[in-house]
């Protein structure tokens, strides 16, 4: 017996890029352009209490969620952002034989959970134009789990569809990733399905609408039974996740409707302006619900698009992998942010 072999071996998640120098648009992880609600910072955190644990039940913010949810207490599982969340999610209800089902096209920690949890897995290919085919998800799972709107694509699954899955999989548990449904129109949220889909869990992150990527605070939502699993794997792990900071500002965070409803009414608005100014410099957009665009050039490779701009101190995400080596996804930024990028394009005479 040799000690190496005891060792885990796994592939990580690579995330991307978060430079030091000053002076770089970074538009590469979807981070939201504008700062936290300024009453996020108002109750100041006490620094004498920082000697004491935070409260395990995170009891304010889940108060505070429930009631902007119009949901149950029960039903609401707070992480450490919504990877926390849905690592513990993986953990918790992944554990059938059979594979679990995502698209062949996602969220690149799907993949990485499910070998470290060791669970099989199944990826579906989308079709051609990057939908979701919820016909191609026939058959006993042991689970499903999708971003939407997805991620890198942008595009969202229709609410029917959601449904329509729901219905054909009573066997398993369906995750629902909305990391983006804010930016989505009105009626997206699988969160209307909760009372008839007791095995639908639906996961929310601060990270991006809510401009807190930097506190890492996600939260799930399901039946009070999912919800109730997964706070027993939680106390079987780490019972104090969330910091007290993130319980007081991510609780504050909650409480301004009007910023937040005002930050995400102005990424729409430069991310449909951005989309048709891209379309004149021949980029191919995909019809986009989240704070980001997934495009491809005419003839310009993705690749070269990204490095020039990148050289130019405009990050952009690039995956190189298959079916998607042609595109880049673009955070949307401010409204001058976005501008310069249309610069570079026309510098580069796209
Ligand atoms: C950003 C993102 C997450 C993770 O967000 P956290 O910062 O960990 O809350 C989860 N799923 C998708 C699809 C994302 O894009």
Redesign the pocket.
């Known amino acids: 017996m040799n000690w190496k072999d005891c060792v885990r071996k796994v592939t990580p998640y690579t995330p991307g890029e978060q430079p030091k120098k000053d002076g770089i648009i970074k538009l590469n992880t ?1 981070e939201n352009p504008y700062p936290p609600s300024p009453k996020v910072l108002s109750e100041d955190v006490e620094m004498k209490d920082l000697r004491k644990y935070p409260d395990p039940t995170i009891g304010d913010l889940v108060r505070s969620l429930s009631e902007y949810h119009g949901v149950k207490a029960e039903q609401i599982f707070v992480g450490v ?3 926390d969340v ?1 690592g513990m999610a993986f953990l918790t209800f992944f554990n059938s034989e059979l594979p679990i089902a995502f698209p062949d096209i996602s ?1 690149s920690f799907y993949p990485v959970w499910a070998e470290l949890f060791r669970i099989p897995v199944e990826t579906v290919p989308l079709d051609e134009d990057f939908r979701i085919r919820i016909a191609d998800y026939e058959g006993e799972k042991g689970g499903i789990v999708f ?1 939407n709107p997805n ?1 890198p694509t942008a595009r969202l699954l229709p609410l029917s569809d959601v449904e329509a899955l729901l219905k054909a999989h009573p066997e398993c548990i369906v995750i629902v ?1 909305e ?1 983006y449904i804010d930016f989505a129109p009105e009626g997206s949220s699988a969160l209307s399905l909760l009372d008839s889909f007791p095995n639908l869990l639906v996961v929310r ?1 601060f ?2 609408s809510r401009s807190m ?1 930097g506190m ?1 605070i ?1 939260y799930a939502i399901g039946s009070p039974e999912l919800i109730g699993a997964m706070q027993a794997v939680k106390y079987s792990y780490n019972s104090y996740t969330l910091n007290r900071p993130s319980i007081i500002w991510g609780t504050r965070s909650v409480e301004d409707e009007a910023y937040f409803r005002e930050t995400i009414g102005k990424i729409t608005a430069t991310r449909e302006r951005f989309t048709k100014a891209a379309e004149e410099y021949h980029f191919h957009v995909i019809p986009s619900s989240a704070n980001f665009v997934f495009a491809s050039h005419e003839n310009v490779p993705a690749k070269v698009i990204f490095e020039t701009a990148r050289e130019a101190g405009i990050y952009f995400r690039y995956f190189d992998q298959p079916r998607i080596s042609d595109y880049l996804r673009i955070t949307i930024g401010t409204d001058e942010e976005m501008d310069k990028v249309l610069e570079l394009f026309r510098k580069m005479g796209l």
């Open positions: 979807n952002g919504s990877d849905l969220y971003p991620a990733d990391a992150t990270s991006k990527a890492r996600g």
